[in-house]
Structure formats: C-alpha cells, structure tokens
C-alpha cells in the first residue's frame, strides 16, 4: 500500500519536451514510473525517446492537451514542468480534464494563480488532488516516482513522510534509509498549496502498511499548529516531527515565500510546542528526529 501513487499510476508529463521534462521524464521512467505520455500543444502529434528501467527504448506520445492524453491512455497522474507563468494554465487545464492527481513542481508561481486555480478545483468538485507548487512530489519506493526526489535515496518500508521542504524531505529519507518508507510527499512551502499535512497524514492514518509518519515543518503561517491539532484528534500512529528554522531572525522572509515569522505565531519555538502538546516527539535536528523514529520504530 501507499498514499496517491503506486505501480499502477499511469502518468503524463505536462511539459515533457522541455528541459526539465525531460530529464526528469528520464529519471521517473528509471525509477520505474509508469509514463505513457506527455502534452505540449505545439508538438501534439510527435513523440519523445527514452529508455524505461530495463534500458529498453520507449516512445512515449506527445498530445494536445491533458485531455487528450487520458482520453488516449487512461492517465490518472499529471506532472507539470511548466514555467511559472505558464503554471495557472496548466493546472486549469488538468482540474478540467479532471485528472485525479496533480503534482506541480514549478517555483516561483504567483500566489495569487496558485490561489485562483486552486479555488477553481473546489469549485469543480474537489475531484484532482493537487500536491503542490514548488515541491519535490511524490515517491512510493520501488513502485513509482512523480516528482524529482532521487529514487535511489530509501527503499519500501513502514515509514510515511510528508514536509513542506524539498531538501529536508531528501535528507529524512536518506537519515532513515535503513528502514524505508511506504510513501514519501513534498507538499510544498509556498503560502497556496494544494495537498496539506492535514491531507497527508489523514491518507498515512488511513494506510495499512504505514506504521509511522514524520512530518517536517518550517517557519511561518500555521499549518504545523493545525496539524497538531488534527494528529490530537485523529492520528493513532505514532507521529515525529522537525520544524526547520530555529535560528530564523523575526520579521525577515526566509527562502520559501511562506516561511515568514510575526511575533511569536509561526515561530519554530511555538510550531514544536504546539506538536509536543499533541503527542509528537518534535527533534531540533534533522539527525535527531530521526533517532526519535528509529526508537519508535524498534519499539512496534
């Protein structure tokens, strides 16, 4: 089992023929991802060349548009390589055509698109799920990469991971590598995002093979104090957590465009006291939230 993606998604790339589809349509098919197209509107028509994970070559069709796609190959995953001013568009497009699952990883898309297509897929009936913008995606070890965490970092296990930062999410999987994970997610650290650590630990809570979840955080906003207050009500699973940005100075936008602290509401001090009072054992490091996991993980 996993959450949102297993060996049997069927993804389509929009983006596929530029530079960053492309490479990254390389490593998804290397890791095993089941891509069977891609859309671009002024290359409808064509196709791509790559190699899937045996090293057998694979001609993967170019379409017109998201819909076209599914309709042609029954994809229920989409991944945007789109750039960021073309982003709001591309995920119209695919809230249109309905596509189950959306994972964008573009940077730097407006908030204010974000927040437009976002309000469009409620209006639309909540049917895609929408991980993202400026993430790294999603990973179910050795079934199926949509995203652009390197497959190589953990294999399967009893973990689930979701963070809001890209980088940290490659870390915690590497830290606990010998263990592994069911489904690792990067939701993002923008203020607008689809998929939240609410969604995510709800799908882990709900996921037979996952027997325990860590949740990285960052500085600003309070999606971490929600969660807290969802795992206190909700999560029977044993929970860790890390909220980077301990050192960060108040007042002063960091990095991600949500991480921005005012007072003491969105602070790393108040998002690990709010998860400690919910029951999760937060670690001031990285290295040392995953020892915490390890304990938890040889105590089950």
């Known amino acids: 089992m996993s959450i949102y993606i297993n060996k049997d998604s069927k993804v389509i790339v929009q983006g596929i023929t530029g530079g960053e589809g492309t490479k990254h349509t390389a490593l998804m098919l290397k890791a095993g991802t089941n891509v069977v197209g891609g859309v671009n509107a002024r290359k409808a028509g064509t196709t791509v060349s790559h190699t899937d994970k045996d090293g057998n070559p694979v001609e993967l069709p170019v379409f017109a548009s998201v819909q076209e796609a599914i309709d042609a190959t029954g994809a229920d995953v989409s991944i945007a390589f789109v750039p960021g001013a073309h982003t709001r568009s591309a995920m119209i497009e695919a809230i249109d055509a309905e596509i189950p699952l959306l994972v964008v990883i573009t940077e730097g898309v407006p908030v204010g698109d974000s927040a437009e297509a976002w309000a469009y897929a409620t209006e639309k009936g909540n049917k895609t799920r ?57 939701i993002g650290g923008d203020p607008v995002i689809g998929t939240t650590h609410i969604d995510a630990l709800a799908a882990f809570e709900a996921d037979p093979e996952t027997k325990a979840i860590v949740m990285i955080g960052e500085i600003g906003g309070d999606a971490e104090e929600r969660a807290a207050e969802f795992i206190k009500a909700n999560v029977t699973k044993p929970v860790v957590g890390y909220v980077a940005g301990f050192t960060a100075p108040e007042g002063k936008t960091m990095g991600h465009a949500g991480a921005i602290v005012s007072g003491s509401a969105g602070t790393a001090q108040a998002k690990k006291e709010a998860l400690e009072a919910a029951g999760v054992k937060v670690g001031k490091t990285p290295s040392e939230t995953a020892d915490l996991m390890r304990e938890i993980i040889q105590g089950l």
């Open 130 to 186: 929408i991980v993202g913008p400026n993430c790294p995606g999603i990973i179910t070890p050795g079934e199926s990469l949509v995203g652009i965490t390197p497959a190589n970092i953990a294999g399967k296990g009893p973990i689930g991971l979701v963070s809001k930062s890209g980088t940290l999410t490659y870390q915690m999987m590497f830290e606990l590598r010998e263990i592994g994970f069911s489904t690792a997610i990067g």
